[in-house]
């Protein structure tokens, strides 16, 4: 079965760049699927980050491509996003999930607060 | 980018009865459309994949239906634990996009 874990600091300062990692176990990230970043700020909706695919190569929502990279790195299951520039409207619940087009596994989430 | 449109926001069903809940994208895709639910703490869970398949291990009072721009989840008999906020998905062009989510309550 696969399960994903998101780790990272759940507190970021404002200007500051936002990093978390979401380890991957039960499925080898280089085996397929695409890798995604999605995220959903307190009492609202899903928003979608970001995609990854195991040779690299990365899909951004364009209202974040500006302050957004993924990597993966295939050695240690494992892949990542940073958010560089981060002010209050990016507190969120940041999740990490799986997708072949509709997201079938999907992290516990993290919370990340931005404030000073 | 596709902008997904779900309504009602909020939907008050009584348990034992039947809902039914909308979405419309504003172009075409196909049926490149996912329903999940969310309830409070937890992370959204697959119910529907390619606008009418059950993902493995939901029941089949969970039903979908549609194509191109407007897609229908039907809930039959309501249980308890069906009220939740569910949200529709495409994938059927980048960037991926969700709905704003419709709660659906116990009336």
């Known amino acids: 079965q696969v399960q994903l874990q998101e780790s990272g600091p759940g507190l970021v300062k404002p200007s500051e760049t936002l990093s978390l990692t979401c380890a991957v176990s039960?499925?080898?990230?280089?085996?397929?699927?695409?890798w995604s970043w999605i995220r959903q700020p307190p009492g609202g909706g899903l928003e979608w980050i970001g995609s990854i695919y195991h040779n690299g190569g990365t899909y951004y929502s364009p209202s974040l491509e500006s302050r957004v990279t993924m990597s993966v790195d295939t050695s240690k299951n494992q892949f990542s996003v940073k958010l560089s520039s981060v002010t209050a409207a990016d507190t969120s619940v940041y999740y990490c999930?799986?997708?072949?087009?509709?997201?079938?596994?999907w992290g516990q989430g993290t919370l990340v607060t931005v404030s000073s | 980018e596709i902008v997904m449109t779900q309504s009602p926001a909020t939907l008050s069903v009584s348990p034992g009865e039947t809902a039914t809940l909308s979405c419309r994208a504003s172009q075409s895709v196909s049926t490149n459309l996912a329903w999940y639910q969310q309830k409070p703490g937890q992370a959204p869970r697959l119910l529907i994949s390619g606008a009418s398949s059950r993902a493995t291990g939901i029941p089949p009072r969970f039903s979908g239906s549609g194509s191109g721009t407007e897609f229908t989840l039907t809930i039959s008999s309501l249980q308890s634990e069906d009220f939740a906020v569910y949200y529709c998905q495409q994938h059927n062009n980048w960037p991926h996009t969700f709905g704003q989510g419709t709660k659906l309550d116990i009336k």
């Open positions: 039960g499925y080898s990230i280089s085996s397929g699927y695409y």
């Open positions: 999930a799986s997708h072949a087009g509709y997201y079938l596994y």
